[in-house]
């Protein structure tokens, strides 16, 4: 190539691309204030939508197990409803029971619940549960194993199967008129129940908060007889029956915290388990003052659910 050729070459500009900037001023490191604008659009691109009136949740009845049927009139079950916390009623080792108002925002329906949440995995061991798991076996054994074995899933099986065993039991009980809390819906470890109780919100009181007269005292006793008749017609105890998990609203007893309720004919101890609901509640009320003939009562309530 001759000397005039180079001295004539003028090169080519390059096209732009569609990714060059456009403005040059933004070439270089992002200003702090550019960063934060890019952050703000970010966090705004990925934020929840603001739940209607500040509450905490959308309702989580179109994912939930249900109740039996027909629903009560006062449950909630439009979708458009959201779920608000207003509080702890009760903290215990297996789980947690909390005040929860669902309803329209707006103004439109509302009940009160008493959402009640077990714990999982962060919970070692729940309170004496091998005796109460005889009988609730999962049908994996890879399952089994991890039930057996207390591992980190394992235990998250065991919270669910108290969730699902107590909400089968209310279901069943609250259709054959039982005295139970209406279970309005399950959601994994989570369940929604009737709130026993006030409109304001405050919980009706335990039995073993009272110092009933002679002839309530007696009145609640048969009611509680009553109660354990109807489980045990079912073939079923509560397991862990005191004093302290069955509520008194306006003189009628309801009868709660039935996780670890007990196939009596399923399970091995079965007949200790009903035995011993009636000597513990019989106690309380002796220990008030009434007669109770304690043995016979379990007899009869062995006999009627078919273990003699």
């Known amino acids: 190539m001759r000397q005039h050729d180079f001295e004539d070459f003028t090169p080519r500009r390059r096209r732009s ?6 403005n040059p001023v933004r070439r270089g490191r ?22 209607p009136g500040g509450a905490d949740r959308y309702s989580t009845w179109d994912s939930a197990e249900h109740g039996p049927r027909p629903h009560p009139v006062w449950v909630v079950t439009d979708l458009a409803a959201v779920d608000t916390e207003l509080g702890v009623l009760k903290t215990g080792k297996e789980a947690d029971v909390h005040l929860l108002r669902r309803g329209l925002p707006g103004g439109g329906p509302e009940c ?13 061991q729940f309170h004496r549960d091998s005796g109460y798991l005889e009988g609730r076996r999962m049908r994996r054994s890879r399952e089994n194993r991890a039930i057996a074995q207390r591992t980190s899933f394992g235990r998250n099986l065991i919270a669910e199967q108290w969730a699902a065993a107590e909400f089968a039991a209310l279901s069943r009980l609250w259709t054959m008129g039982a005295p139970v809390p209406y279970p309005v819906q399950r959601d994994g470890t989570e369940l929604l129940l009737e709130f026993v109780g006030d409109a304001d919100g405050t919980a009706a009181p335990r039995l073993a908060q009272l110092r009933p ?3 309530e005292l007696r009145d609640l006793w048969f009611q509680t007889l009553g109660a354990l008749d109807a489980l045990a017609s079912e073939g079923l105890a509560h397991g862990d029956l005191s004093a302290y998990n069955i509520l008194v609203r306006d003189g009628r007893i309801v ?4 996780p670890q309720v007990v196939d009596v004919v399923a399970n091995p101890g079965g007949a200790e ?20 003939e304690t043995d016979e009562t379990a007899a009869d309530l062995r006999e009627r659910a078919g273990l003699t």
């Open 17 to 22: 691309r569609f990714d060059d900037e456009i």
């Open 30 to 51: 992002l200003t702090e204030g550019e960063r934060e604008r890019l952050a703000r659009l970010r966090e705004d691109a990925y934020a929840e939508p603001e739940i």
């Open 112 to 124: 009160l619940l008493a959402a009640k949440r077990y714990r999982s995995s962060e919970h070692r």
């Open 213 to 215: 007269e002679p002839d």
């Open 255 to 258: 009868l709660i915290d039935l």
């Open 273 to 292: 388990f009903l035995t011993r609901d009636v000597r513990n509640i019989a106690a309380w009320f002796a220990a008030r003052g009434l007669q109770v």
